[in-house]
């Protein structure tokens, strides 16, 4: 099976990154989507609890779409995917990653070992793909696919710095999701 996995904070879940999932799975770029809500971001401080994150990303699991509870505190993705491939040494796992990470991908830790998985990269429209070729190249990178996406510069932080107004963000998050924040993360 080809699991896509998607990796991030998610404080919290947008739309946008739910489009990106549904289009992962639209596209056949994969035939399920594991989402791993990270619990030790290593440049990301006072993210609420992991707990609160994957009961907000539950809304959207299906049999398609599997939210991970389990893998959280792997500090890098290097881990999580050894510890998947360990897992299920069955599947075929890619690594769900965003167009800005491309140009620092060789400060990720062990990113050369992550350079034998597919990649589907999330594009940006705020960042030039003209170079994208060229990185990838230099990468000595060819399995990759640019998902084709649009619309999806939604923003978490936005949504944090606008919670007492819905209407302000209502076309960039679930009410399911803001109702969860009000209740239990503020």
Same mark, same amino acid.
């Given at each position: 099976?080809?699991?896509?996995?998607?990796?991030?904070?998610?404080?919290?879940?947008?739309?946008?990154?739910?489009?990106?999932?549904?289009?992962?799975?639209?596209?056949?770029?994969?035939?399920?989507?594991?989402?791993?809500?990270?619990?030790?971001?290593?440049?990301?401080?006072?993210?609420?609890?992991?707990?609160?994150? &994957?009961?907000?990303?539950?809304?959207f699991e299906n049999d398609n779409?599997?939210? /991970?509870?389990?893998?959280?505190?792997?500090?890098?993705?290097?881990?999580? %995917?050894?510890?998947?491939?360990?897992?299920?040494?069955?599947?075929?796992? &890619?690594?769900?990653i965003g167009r800005d990470n491309?140009?620092? %991908? /060789?400060?990720?830790?062990?990113?050369?070992?992550?350079?034998?998985?597919?990649?589907?990269?999330?594009?940006?429209?705020?960042?030039?793909?003209? /170079?994208?070729?060229?990185?990838?190249?230099?990468?000595?990178?060819?399995?990759?696919?640019?998902?084709?996406?649009?619309?999806?510069?939604?923003?978490?932080?936005?949504?944090?710095?606008?919670?007492?107004?819905?209407?302000? &963000?209502?076309?960039?998050?679930?009410?399911?999701?803001?109702?969860?924040?009000?209740?239990?993360?503020?």
């Open positions: 099976m080809r699991i896509g996995v998607y990796c991030g904070s998610f404080n919290p879940v947008h739309k946008g990154h739910i489009k990106i999932v549904r289009e992962v799975l639209k596209k056949d770029l994969a035939d399920k989507v594991l989402i791993v809500p990270t619990g030790n971001y290593w440049d990301k401080q006072n993210l609420p609890p992991v707990v609160h994150r &994957i009961k907000m990303l539950r809304y779409i599997m939210i /991970d509870d389990v893998h959280n505190d792997i500090q890098y993705t290097y881990q999580l %995917f050894r510890a998947l491939r360990e897992e299920h040494p069955e599947d075929q796992f &890619i690594l769900i491309i140009p620092t %991908f /060789d400060r990720w830790k062990e990113y050369k070992e992550l350079l034998q998985y597919d990649f589907i990269i999330i594009p940006r429209e705020d960042i030039d793909s003209d /170079d994208l070729e060229s990185l990838m190249k230099g990468y000595g990178k060819s399995n990759y696919t640019i998902l084709p996406v649009r619309n999806i510069n939604f923003s978490s932080s936005f949504i944090r710095q606008n919670i007492d107004d819905y209407e302000k &963000i209502r076309y960039c998050t679930d009410k399911r999701v803001y109702n969860y924040m009000k209740k239990h993360v503020l």
